[in-house]
């Protein structure tokens, strides 16, 4: 009966260290997203569309492309040798299990627009692009979820 009960304790205590994981990198998404928003952005109503996740809208303001450079150089999405799939396929465990299958599929797709010896700000807003249509056209609700924006950590 204790060795179930003690089983039964440590299946919860990982059960909230994963939660803990995620609300921790889902923190840190925001603080990278916040960063960058900074950064390249000077509309406060494009801050606030990107905080808020309006991918959408913020798309219409001038020189967002270089948002998502600077969040995928911040957040070591983009390699020398190529895309991190491991981060990203982790970070869409979190924010959307249901599109992980896709988002396999996406990332072959979208991996190819990525050259490390030209990533300026039009090549990151093509790969930002690649993946955004592969994730709307795949799931639901249609709020975009880039995973490149989304990875988060080091």
């Given at each position: 009966?204790?060795?179930?009960?003690?089983?039964?304790?440590?299946?919860?205590?990982?059960?909230?260290?994963?939660?803990?994981?995620?609300?921790?990198?889902?923190?840190?998404?925001?603080?990278?997203?916040?960063?960058c928003a900074a950064r390249t952005l000077f509309n406060p109503v494009g801050?606030?569309?990107?905080?808020?996740?309006?991918?959408?809208?913020?798309?219409?303001?001038?020189?967002?492309?270089?948002?998502?450079?600077?969040?995928?150089?911040?957040?070591?999405?983009?390699?020398?040798?190529?895309?991190?799939?491991?981060?990203?396929?982790?970070?869409?465990?979190?924010?959307?299990?249901?599109?992980?299958?896709?988002?396999?599929?996406?990332?072959?797709?979208?991996?190819?627009?990525?050259?490390?010896?030209?990533?300026?700000?039009?090549?990151?807003?093509?790969?930002?692009?690649?993946?955004?249509?592969?994730?709307?056209?795949?799931?639901?609700?249609?709020?975009?979820?880039?995973?490149?924006v989304r990875a988060i950590w080091n």
């Amino acid at each position: 009966m204790n060795s179930i009960l003690v089983t039964v304790l440590f299946a919860c205590l990982a059960g909230l260290v994963s939660t803990d994981e995620a609300s921790d990198l889902k923190q840190k998404f925001q603080q990278v997203h916040l960063s960058c928003a900074a950064r390249t952005l000077f509309n406060p109503v494009g801050i606030k569309n990107l905080i808020d996740l309006d991918f959408a809208a913020a798309q219409k303001i001038p020189n967002h492309d270089c948002f998502e450079k600077c969040v995928f150089q911040s957040i070591g999405t983009v390699t020398p040798t190529g895309l991190d799939n491991d981060k990203l396929l982790a970070l869409a465990a979190i924010f959307q299990p249901q599109t992980v299958p896709q988002t396999q599929i996406q990332l072959v797709k979208c991996a190819s627009l990525y050259d490390p010896n030209n990533f300026d700000c039009a090549a990151a807003w093509r790969l930002y692009l690649c993946l955004q249509n592969g994730e709307s056209a795949l799931s639901e609700p249609k709020a975009p979820t880039c995973l490149l924006v989304r990875a988060i950590w080091n």
